[in-house]
Structures are given as structure tokens and as C-alpha cells.
């Protein structure tokens, strides 16, 4: 039976009743905000994953150990808490955070934590104020003006996910200063988040049992300004990633570059031996194995010159003066004489 709209009934500005058709077409995104009405289907996944913005996660290996930590993940989603990845500079958290909150199959949505992210961003707000202008001549001496002023509420990830149920990726949750990330208190607590600037009955929304929530944190950044606070630490389980098994590395450089297995094992042999003697800040991660191992894949020959400056020109980003850099230089050299 095909429901035919007689009578636009609204409810709070809404109407009541609509079509299959109307539904579709209410499945749009005006600006970033977005009006879910549909079941959830693969349209719909789209469509709100291409609002924020949500990173494609290319060329994942599901070696054992990166198998293992997912599902520690979602066992403890499962369980109703939310996650948090802390780990080294590339070791593989958001790719993981991004990968295992895909496989739940609800929509994802994304929040990159930054010094400058304030509550707002994380909930929403009103994002523009809508002005109506009514002229009464009904009676003709009589001239009625009145202006009426509606503000435009827009939805951000967390609200949209804590309403509609969807997964939410928090990465680099501790770069935002702790006063806008204390919305997530009552979240994680309670199962309500708090509009803060809503009047009423819509102040509060209750979480939906199908929001999950994954964090991702720089463990390296941990003595940082913006420390996270205790009380949000405790209320999420927290998983401390270090940086993938030989093996592991080695498919995950294969996967990205193709180059053969052999120019791979001696990128990330040489990567490894740099982490054990560098500091931690300047531990050279997964990514910097995918670096040279694309230029290397670029690159005319594989010759150990070249490679040697691969590797330095890849490994060189944090160093502060050419003594430094030398330093770094010489061990490139040791590692690769030590391959050899
Ligand atoms: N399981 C995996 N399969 C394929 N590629 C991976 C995997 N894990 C990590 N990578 C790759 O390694 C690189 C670093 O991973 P990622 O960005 O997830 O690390 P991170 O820990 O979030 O880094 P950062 O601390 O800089 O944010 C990326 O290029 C990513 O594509
Ligand atoms: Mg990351």
C-alpha cells in the first residue's frame, strides 16, 4: 500500500507522514547536517560516511597480531566500553580504530582531536539564525508586522552518533583541550549526552545502545599540554598498541608498495634497528617503512647509496642540526653494514 499524503500534518516542523520517495530524498546532507529517517542500508552508510569525511582505510592486513588486537577491541565494545589505542608515532591505531569500527557495520563517523576543537565541534550547535518577516493588512487600516527569528540546530559527529547508534573515532582524542572533551563524561557514564546550549526536554539525549566510541592517543605525546583528564581515562579501556611483529611489517610494507619481499625485509630490518637506538620521539614508525619503501619502489635503481639516502631523507624529519643529522646518517650506515 502506497501511503498518499492528504493533509501535511506537522509535528514540530516535521511532517508526519511521508513516502518511501520523501524518506530517500530526506537522506541528503544540507551543509553537515544530516536527517537519518531510513533504515540502515548501504546508502545510507555512504552518505554519512562522506559527510565527515571518514578516512578509507587502503590495503589492510589482517595479519594475526593486528587480528588479535581487533578482537580486543571488539570485545570490549562489545561489552559496552569504549575503547582507547594508545601507542608509538605509526604504529598502525587509526588504521585499526578505522578498520575495526567498519566492521560493525554501522555508519562511522570521525573527529580528528585538535588544540582549537571545542565542545561545538564535537556536539553541534546552532548554525545559522533563519529570519521571517510577516505583514498583516487584514484589516486595512490595521498594519501587523512581526519578525520571527529560528535558529538552524546542526548535529556534529558525536551527537549524530550517540542518536542514531553509529560508530564514533575519536583520533587524537587528547590533543583537544580536556574542558571540551568533559561532554564525554556523562556519555561514557551515564548514557546521556547534555546539549548544553538547548533549553528543555531536548537538552538531554539519551545514547543510543548501538553508539560505540574508539579514541586513539599519541603515547609518545603523553607529557603534552593537554594531558587528558583522569576522569575520562578511567571511564575507557585502554589498549596499548606497540608497533607490529617483524612479519607484520613486512606485509603491510609489501601490501602498499609491491616491492619484492626481499627489498622489504631490509627496509623494515633497517627501520627496527633504528627504533631500538633513537629516541622516542623520533622513533621512525610503520609509515616510515611505506615511505622508502615507495621511493625505493620509484626510484631507478636499488643501489645502496640510493637507499642509504631513502632512509636518511625519510628518517631525518625530527632532527634538529647537522650534527644530528650526521648522527642519524652513521646510523643508517651501521644498520645497513650490519645486514650486509
Ligand atoms: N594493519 C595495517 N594494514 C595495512 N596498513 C597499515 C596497517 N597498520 C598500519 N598501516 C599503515 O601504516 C601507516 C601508519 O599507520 P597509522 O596511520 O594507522 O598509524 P598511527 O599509529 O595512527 O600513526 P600516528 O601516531 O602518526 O597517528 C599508514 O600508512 C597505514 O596505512
Ligand atoms: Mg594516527
Same mark, same amino acid.
Request: proline residues 4%; hydrophobic residues 35%.
Given at each position: ?23 530517500? %530524498? ?7 547536517? /544530516? ?22 582505510? =587502503?590495503?589492510?592486513?589482517? &595479519? ?20 582507547? #589505542? ?8 587509526? !588504521? ?14 570521525? @573527529? ?20 521571517? !518577516? ?24 558525536? &551527537? ?11 583520533? *587524537?582524542? !587528547? ?9 564525554? #563524561? ?5 548514557? @546521556? ?21 574508539? #579514541?586513539?592517543?599519541?603515547?609518545? %605525546? ?7 583528564? =583522569?576522569?575520562?581515562? =578511567?571511564?575507557?579501556?585502554? /589498549? ?8 607484520? *611489517? ?29 629516541? =622516542? ?20 635503481? !636499488?643501489?645502496?647509496?640510493?637507499? %642509504?639516502?631513502?632512509? /636518511? ?13 650526521? %648522527? ?13
Amino acid at each position: 500500500m502506497k501511503y498518499k499524503e492528504t493533509h501535511p500534518r506537522k509535528v514540530r516542523g516535521e511532517a508526519v507522514h511521508k513516502t518511501k520517495d520523501e524518506k530517500m %530524498e530526506e537522506l541528503t546532507i544540507k551543509g553537515t547536517q /544530516i536527517q537519518v529517517t531510513m533504515s540502515m542500508d548501504g546508502t545510507e552508510l555512504e552518505v554519512i560516511e562522506a559527510a565527515y569525511l571518514v578516512p578509507e582505510v =587502503d590495503h589492510f592486513v589482517d &595479519a594475526p597480531d593486528v587480528k588479535k588486537l581487533g578482537e580486543r577491541i571488539k570485545q570490549w565494545l562489545a561489552t559496552g566500553y569504549p575503547v582507547h #589505542l594508545i601507542g608509538p608515532t605509526g604504529c598502525g591505531k587509526t !588504521s585499526l580504530a578505522m578498520h575495526t569500527a567498519k566492521e560493525r557495520g554501522r555508519p562511522v563517523v570521525w @573527529i580528528n582531536g585538535d588544540e582549537s576543537v571545542t565542545t561545538t565541534e564535537l556536539i553541534g550547535g546552532y548554525s545559522q539564525i533563519e529570519q521571517e !518577516s510577516l505583514r498583516d493588512k487584514y484589516i486595512h487600516n490595521v498594519f501587523k508586522s512581526s519578525d520571527i527569528l529560528k535558529a538552524d540546530w546542526v548535529d556534529n559527529p558525536l &551527537a549524530i552518533a550517540c542518536k542514531h547508534g553509529y560508530t564514533l573515532v575519536y583520533n *587524537e582524542f !587528547s590533543r583537544t583541550k580536556p574542558q571540551a572533551n568533559n561532554i564525554l #563524561l556523562s556519555v561514557f557514564e551515564e548514557g @546521556i549526552l547534555e546539549l548544553p546550549t538547548k533549553f528543555g526536554e531536548e537538552r538531554y539525549i539519551e545514547v543510543h545502545p548501538d553508539f560505540k566510541a574508539i #579514541l586513539t592517543s599519541n603515547s609518545i %605525546e603523553y607529557a603534552g599540554v593537554h594531558r587528558p583528564q =583522569d576522569a575520562l581515562l =578511567d571511564r575507557l579501556v585502554s /589498549i596499548y598498541m606497540d608497533y607490529y611483529s617483524f612479519d607484520t *611489517e613486512v606485509r603491510i610494507v609489501h601490501e602498499h608498495t609491491g616491492l619484492p619481499i626481499h627489498d622489504v625485509k631490509k627496509i623494515v630490518s633497517i627501520v627496527r634497528s633504528l627504533r631500538e637506538k633513537l629516541p =622516542d620521539a623520533q622513533k621512525p614508525g610503520t609509515r616510515a617503512c611505506i615511505m622508502i619503501g615507495k621511493g625505493l619502489a620509484a626510484s631507478n635503481g !636499488s643501489g645502496d647509496t640510493n637507499f %642509504e639516502q631513502l632512509c /636518511i631523507d625519510v628518517i631525518a624529519a625530527k632532527t634538529c642540526s647537522p650534527l644530528d643529522l650526521l %648522527e642519524k646518517q652513521n646510523l643508517v650506515k651501521d644498520a645497513l653494514a650490519a645486514l650486509a
